[in-house]
């Protein structure tokens, strides 16, 4: 007997013994899942989560734990991401860097966390770049610091350094259209030309040897083109620009001083013109409205369309190209977006009375049982009774008088302040209230009639309808549409169907409000007052009895809307500098082509003398060729800078061929306008003929000077006459010159004779 007590007890011992350890186990669990709790109350969320982690692994199987915590980490997650982001918009580079990478050490796969420190490392780069456009600018170069800004841009518009400096770039652009193939080097150099029904072929010659710039020409291109062209101290490039375009020619640039030449005909572009390929990714716009702009604007030659990645690949000139990159950062922008914050108050007030006797208003009375044949009356008429044997059986009349003196107040307010975020344009609905469904009764005949109910939903309560439109000046124009709607009652209709009563209120308005400016719409106001008078018959239009034998019910209610919406402008359009709204375009044929210039010419600097009808020659000034103030040490190939005396100088070719014709330009340099000089030209006769009408010696005596029609400059056409290849000489024996300001001889420096070979 003592045994099995022994056993029992050791059996309840281990059973309690088990329970406590249970017991204990469980509280030590809830215990972490307690101090989670109150750590995540507290806003403590990493440290809750962590408790959190340790509840999950103490029990595992705990459902409630296992929903908290992957609510926990979420929470937990966004808040470490937003701060990160924070960092990341605000600069702090490192730091933002530093709070993605513990993000992805404890979730190694979130790819925001991922995108942000590229993100971090992306801005890095663009500061850097940013950097040496500073330099550049610093150091004058317009141009090559918005060249660079604008790479920045298109990687991300919203940099804040770039768009920064792209706002004082703009300030001293004279022109904002990107200029990657302006030339460079030699072509800088400024030069003063006056020629005259010179050749093409001679004029890219003496810019060749100016500045040793080199010109190779396609073979379609006519050399003995006359051109007439006076420009002072100006740039060779633009000089060039000016020829080019005036006698239908384009270039290729091969180096930085060398340029290929070629007719400016649709079929040489296909062969010369260089195009680039270069993708568009449109983020907010429509890339069908997109495209459709740049073909009707830059005329662009291949577009390639992608709908589902809302880009488009376009085939074109680098001109075009960078014209388009303009087109699409000005059209490809963020729709604007507006918070609306909107508190909807409903105050409704009710009053009611009940206030007087309430007297007796009725006799009620039972008449005998009838006998006999009257047994089958249901009724008895009171004329009946006594002339028929029948009496009251009973007679009733209330002996209770009520006074009713009840006075109820209610009071009701319901406000509703809901927010809601809009694009431009769009319509923002609200509706605050209920679905009520009413009935409609559908009968099938037959001879068992089939009814059928559909339930029909309609909104009851305050719906409000918003379509806002946001001014570049940051104001809000708001379509705006309010309606207040109850339920009054159910409205009896055929075949025993009912239909719901519905009270409505509305009100529809424009309103214009500035950024955070808050407007208020009041007066939806419903005031009713219904009065119920009961009484005695004929007391009740008694005066001064009225009042004291008759019940009065006064039911008194009144409610109003009140509406205050405030816009807040999320984000708007950028306002854009003239400089953006407007640049330069290029021509009609040539899309992003940058413009034909020169500098502005002094008065009275350069004097263009009409021409002669017998000798049609190059026309020289003093400074012809010479560089301007700033640039003096620019070479001068027609000039002896360490001469003090005025120099003849004799272009001629070096190879011409039999029968053919070309041209000997002879010019006196370094001589002020006020000098006339003479010289005497000696040629073979017999080997060239002088195609001036004059006569044809040999010799040939030049005036030069300021009473001379072709100024300090002349041109002489000659042909090869003579059959037989070989050689022949040009040459200048003699000249004199005169001031005749002071009646002054000058000494004048005589060139070298020229040879030319005859092939």
Same mark, same amino acid.
């Given at each position: 007997?003592?045994?099995?007590?022994?056993?029992?007890?050791?059996?309840?011992?281990?059973?309690?013994?088990?329970?406590?350890?249970?017991?204990?186990?469980?509280?030590?669990?809830?215990?972490?899942?307690?101090?989670?709790?109150?750590?995540?109350?507290?806003?403590?969320?990493?440290?809750?989560?962590?408790?959190?982690?340790?509840?999950?692994?103490?029990?595992?199987?705990?459902?409630?734990?296992?929903?908290?915590?992957?609510?926990?980490?979420?929470?937990?997650?966004?808040?470490?991401?937003?701060?990160?982001?924070?960092?990341?918009?605000?600069?702090?580079?490192?730091?933002?860097?530093?709070?993605?990478?513990?993000?992805?050490?404890? =979730?190694?796969?979130?790819?925001?966390?991922?995108?942000?420190?590229?993100?971090?490392?992306?801005?890095?780069?663009?500061?850097?770049?940013?950097?040496?456009?500073?330099?550049?600018?610093?150091?004058?170069?317009?141009?090559?610091?918005?060249?660079?800004?604008?790479?920045?841009?298109?990687?991300?518009?919203?940099?804040?350094?770039?768009?920064?400096?792209?706002?004082?770039?703009?300030?001293?652009?004279?022109?904002?259209?990107?200029?990657?193939?302006?030339?460079?080097?030699?072509?800088?150099?400024?030069?003063?030309?006056?020629? @005259?029904?010179?050749?093409? &072929?001679?004029?890219?010659?003496?810019?060749?040897?100016?500045?040793?710039?080199?010109?190779? !020409?396609?073979?379609?291109?006519?050399?003995?083109?006359?051109?007439?062209? !006076?420009?002072?101290?100006?740039?060779?490039?633009?000089?060039?620009?000016?020829?080019?375009?005036?006698?239908?020619?384009?270039? @290729?640039?091969?180096?930085?001083?060398?340029? $290929?030449? =070629?007719?400016?005909?649709?079929? &040489?572009?296909?062969?010369?013109?260089?195009?680039?390929?270069?993708?568009?990714?449109?983020?907010?716009?429509?890339?069908?409205?997109?495209?459709?702009?740049?073909?009707?604007?830059?005329?662009?030659?291949?577009?390639?369309?992608?709908?589902?990645? /809302?880009?488009?690949? *376009?085939?074109?000139?680098?001109?075009?190209?960078?014209?388009?990159?303009?087109?699409?950062?000005?059209?490809?922008?963020?729709?604007?977006?507006?918070?609306?914050?909107?508190?909807?108050?409903?105050?409704?007030?009710? +009053?009611?009375?009940?206030?007087?006797?309430? *007297?007796?208003?009725?006799?009620?009375?039972?008449?005998?049982?009838?006998?006999?044949?009257?047994?089958?009356?249901?009724?008895?008429?009171?004329?009946?009774?006594?002339?028929?044997?029948?009496?009251?059986?009973?007679?009733?009349?209330?002996?209770?008088?009520?006074?009713?003196?009840?006075?109820?107040?209610?009071?009701?307010?319901?406000?509703?302040?809901?927010?809601?975020?809009?694009?431009?344009?769009?319509?923002?609905?609200?509706?605050?209230?209920?679905?009520?469904?009413?009935?409609?009764?559908?009968?099938?005949?037959?001879?068992? #009639?089939?009814?059928?109910?559909?339930?029909?939903?309609?909104?009851?309560?305050?719906?409000?309808?918003?379509?806002?439109?946001?001014? $570049? +000046?940051?104001?809000?124009? *708001?379509?705006?549409?309010?309606?207040?709607?109850?339920?009054?009652?159910?409205?009896?209709?055929?075949?025993?169907?009912?239909?719901?009563?519905?009270?409505?209120?509305?009100?529809?308005?424009?309103?214009?409000?500035?950024?955070?400016?808050?407007?208020?719409?009041?007066? $939806?106001?419903?005031?009713?007052?219904?009065?119920? *008078?009961?009484?005695?018959?004929?007391?009740?239009?008694?005066?001064?009895?009225?009042?004291?034998?008759?019940?009065? &019910?006064?039911?008194?209610?009144? #409610?109003?809307?009140?509406?205050?919406?405030?816009?807040?402008?999320?984000?708007?359009?950028?306002? $854009?500098?003239?400089?953006?709204?407007?640049?330069?375009?290029?021509?009609?044929?040539?899309?992003?082509?940058?413009?034909?210039?020169?500098? @502005?010419?002094?008065?009275?600097?350069?004097?263009?003398?009409? #021409?002669?009808?017998?000798?049609?020659?190059?026309?020289?000034?003093?400074?012809?060729?010479?560089?301007?103030?700033?640039?003096?040490?620019?070479?001068?190939?027609?000039? +002896?800078?360490?001469? #003090?005396?005025?120099?003849?100088?004799?272009?001629?070719?070096?190879?011409?061929?039999?029968?053919?014709?070309?041209?000997? /330009?002879?010019?006196?340099?370094?001589?002020?306008?006020?000098?006339?000089?003479?010289?005497?030209? /000696?040629?073979?006769?017999?080997?060239?003929?002088?195609?001036?009408?004059?006569?044809?010696?040999?010799?040939?005596?030049?005036?030069?000077?300021?009473?001379?029609?072709?100024?300090?400059?002349?041109?002489?056409?000659?042909?090869?006459?003579?059959?037989?290849?070989?050689?022949?000489?040009?040459?200048?024996?003699?000249?004199?010159?005169?001031?005749?300001?002071?009646?002054?001889?000058?000494?004048?420096?005589?060139?070298?004779?020229?040879?030319?070979?005859?092939?």
């Amino acid at each position: 007997m003592k045994s099995w007590r022994i056993i029992v007890f050791s059996i309840l011992l281990t059973i309690t013994t088990g329970c406590a350890i249970d017991n204990k186990s469980f509280l030590l669990r809830n215990v972490a899942f307690s101090d989670a709790q109150k750590l995540v109350s507290e806003g403590k969320l990493e440290s809750g989560l962590q408790k959190l982690e340790q509840a999950a692994r103490e029990e595992p199987e705990n459902k409630e734990i296992r929903t908290m915590l992957a609510r926990l980490r979420e929470d937990v997650l966004g808040k470490q991401l937003f701060e990160a982001d924070n960092l990341l918009y605000a600069g702090e580079l490192d730091q933002a860097e530093q709070r993605y990478q513990h993000i992805l050490n404890n =979730y190694p796969f979130n790819e925001r966390a991922k995108d942000g420190i590229a993100a971090a490392n992306l801005e890095r780069r663009h500061i850097v770049i940013v950097e040496s456009a500073k330099a550049l600018l610093a150091k004058n170069d317009v141009n090559g610091a918005e060249t660079i800004v604008r790479a920045v841009l298109q990687e991300n518009p919203q940099q804040s350094h770039a768009r920064q400096l792209i706002s004082e770039i703009n300030s001293k652009l004279s022109r904002p259209e990107v200029t990657d193939l302006v030339l460079e080097s030699a072509f800088k150099k400024p030069v003063s030309m006056e020629f @005259k029904d010179a050749d093409l &072929k001679s004029i890219f010659e003496i810019m060749s040897r100016t500045a040793g710039i080199n010109f190779v !020409f396609d073979k379609d291109i006519r050399q003995d083109s006359k051109i007439s062209i !006076f420009v002072r101290n100006n740039t060779i490039e633009d000089i060039l620009k000016l020829i080019l375009t005036t006698n239908q020619l384009a270039y @290729k640039v091969i180096n930085n001083n060398s340029l $290929l030449i =070629y007719p400016n005909t649709p079929a &040489k572009l296909k062969d010369y013109q260089e195009l680039a390929v270069r993708s568009f990714q449109v983020a907010y716009t429509d890339v069908k409205q997109m495209v459709a702009m740049v073909r009707g604007i830059v005329k662009a030659k291949d577009i390639y369309v992608n709908e589902q990645l /809302n880009l488009f690949i *376009m085939r074109d000139t680098l001109e075009a190209i960078r014209l388009t990159e303009r087109l699409v950062s000005l059209n490809d922008l963020a729709e604007p977006e507006v918070m609306l914050d909107v508190a909807i108050l409903e105050i409704a007030r009710g +009053n009611d009375f009940l206030l007087g006797p309430n *007297m007796p208003q009725s006799v009620t009375f039972s008449g005998l049982t009838p006998v006999g044949a009257a047994q089958t009356a249901a009724t008895a008429n009171l004329n009946q009774i006594g002339a028929n044997g029948l009496g009251l059986k009973s007679f009733a009349i209330s002996n209770q008088v009520k006074i009713d003196f009840m006075h109820n107040l209610t009071t009701g307010d319901i406000l509703a302040n809901p927010r809601i975020r809009v694009a431009n344009r769009e319509k923002a609905k609200i509706h605050i209230g209920e679905k009520r469904p009413f009935f409609t009764a559908n009968i099938q005949p037959g001879i068992n #009639s089939v009814v059928t109910s559909t339930p029909t939903f309609i909104d009851l309560g305050v719906k409000l309808d918003v379509e806002p439109r946001i001014g $570049l +000046n940051d104001e809000v124009t *708001m379509k705006t549409t309010l309606e207040v709607s109850n339920f009054v009652r159910d409205v009896p209709g055929p075949s025993g169907a009912t239909a719901p009563l519905v009270g409505t209120r509305n009100a529809e308005t424009i309103l214009t409000l500035r950024d955070g400016e808050t407007q208020v719409l009041a007066g $939806l106001i419903d005031n009713r007052e219904l009065r119920t *008078m009961t009484g005695l018959a004929g007391i009740l239009n008694i005066p001064g009895l009225d009042r004291l034998f008759t019940n009065q &019910k006064i039911n008194r209610t009144r #409610s109003e809307i009140v509406l205050l919406i405030t816009p807040r402008i999320i984000r708007n359009i950028p306002k $854009l500098s003239n400089l953006e709204r407007e640049y330069h375009f290029g021509t009609a044929s040539e899309a992003g082509k940058l413009p034909v210039k020169i500098q @502005k010419t002094a008065a009275q600097s350069l004097a263009i003398a009409p #021409s002669g009808s017998g000798q049609g020659g190059l026309r020289g000034a003093p400074s012809a060729f010479a560089p301007s103030n700033d640039q003096q040490d620019v070479p001068n190939p027609f000039a +002896n800078a360490a001469a #003090s005396e005025p120099t003849l100088t004799m272009q001629v070719p070096t190879n011409v061929g039999l029968d053919k014709e070309f041209s000997v /330009n002879v010019r006196l340099v370094g001589a002020k306008a006020t000098v006339n000089a003479d010289a005497q030209l /000696n040629y073979e006769s017999s080997v060239l003929e002088l195609l001036d009408g004059g006569a044809k010696s040999g010799s040939r005596s030049l005036k030069l000077g300021r009473d001379q029609v072709s100024g300090l400059a002349t041109q002489l056409r000659f042909k090869v006459i003579t059959s037989n290849p070989g050689q022949t000489e040009i040459s200048i024996q003699s000249a004199t010159a005169e001031d005749i300001e002071n009646s002054d001889s000058v000494n004048v420096t005589l060139p070298a004779a020229a040879t030319i070979n005859i092939k």
